[in-house]
């Protein structure tokens, strides 16, 4: 049987260990969505050039002030469609990598609990006598540090939701103040 003190260097080195891990695992994940961003801002900045270019051409062809504005009214749609297509991929990719935190941080808080709680449970057998309020307050911090994580995972669940919801209703409103409304 190990000695408390050889347990719990042995839990330390383990969590040490598993917050490396931790790190290393948010620090992929980071990279991963920095590197999609790159790739979407990449990829709508050359089709921007390529259709300003195209819009251009258009607007040069108008033969007189009333085509030049139904051109610039029929290009302004899809712009706006395409800013909002952008901001709800963008949205998508910080959803993303917000799932692939709190499934990392998740996965790593269970597995700390259980490796606390079993040394809990292995030091309350061998405390000594009159030791069981300390052990009792100890589980208590632990059980209010797992809910209070908790809390802050369900916060930053809600404000990626309302990140999105604001960028899908931004790029919806976008898109109808680009629509050509009919003359009456």
Same mark, same amino acid.
């Given at each position: 049987?190990?000695?408390?003190?050889?347990?719990?260097?042995?839990?330390?080195?383990?969590?040490?260990?598993?917050?490396?891990?931790?790190?290393?695992?948010?620090?992929?994940?980071?990279?991963?969505? !920095?590197?999609? !961003?790159?790739?979407?801002?990449?990829?709508?900045?050359?089709?921007?050039?390529?259709?300003?270019?195209?819009?251009?051409?258009?607007?040069?062809?108008?033969?007189?002030?009333?085509?030049?504005?139904?051109?610039?009214?029929?290009?302004?749609?899809?712009?706006?469609?395409?800013?909002?297509?952008?901001?709800?991929?963008?949205?998508?990719?910080?959803?993303?990598?917000?799932?692939?935190?709190?499934?990392?941080?998740?996965?790593?808080?269970?597995?700390?609990?259980?490796?606390?709680?079993?040394?809990?449970?292995?030091?309350?057998?061998?405390?000594?006598?009159?030791?069981?309020?300390?052990?009792?307050?100890?589980?208590?911090?632990?059980?209010?540090?797992?809910?209070?994580?908790?809390?802050?995972?369900?916060?930053?669940?809600?404000?990626?939701?309302?990140?999105?919801?604001?960028?899908?209703?931004?790029?919806?409103?976008?898109?109808?103040?680009?629509?050509?409304?009919?003359?009456?």
């Amino acid at each position: 049987m190990f000695s408390f003190h050889e347990q719990f260097a042995a839990a330390t080195k383990a969590h040490f260990e598993a917050q490396l891990a931790l790190l290393n695992t948010l620090t992929t994940k980071t990279f991963e969505g !920095v590197e999609k !961003v790159i790739e979407l801002n990449i990829n709508a900045t050359k089709a921007s050039l390529e259709e300003s270019g195209g819009a251009a051409k258009q607007l040069l062809s108008a033969k007189d002030p009333q085509e030049f504005l139904n051109i610039s009214a029929a290009q302004a749609k899809p712009g706006a469609e395409k800013a909002a297509a952008y901001g709800r991929h963008l949205a998508s990719i910080a959803s993303g990598t917000q799932a692939e935190y709190t499934r990392a941080a998740e996965a790593q808080l269970a597995e700390t609990s259980r490796r606390i709680n079993a040394l809990i449970e292995e030091v309350s057998k061998n405390a000594p006598a009159g030791s069981e309020n300390a052990i009792a307050i100890l589980k208590s911090v632990i059980s209010n540090a797992n809910a209070g994580y908790e809390q802050l995972t369900k916060n930053a669940k809600q404000a990626v939701e309302t990140l999105e919801a604001n960028l899908n209703n931004a790029g919806a409103q976008l898109t109808k103040a680009a629509t050509p409304r009919s003359k009456k």
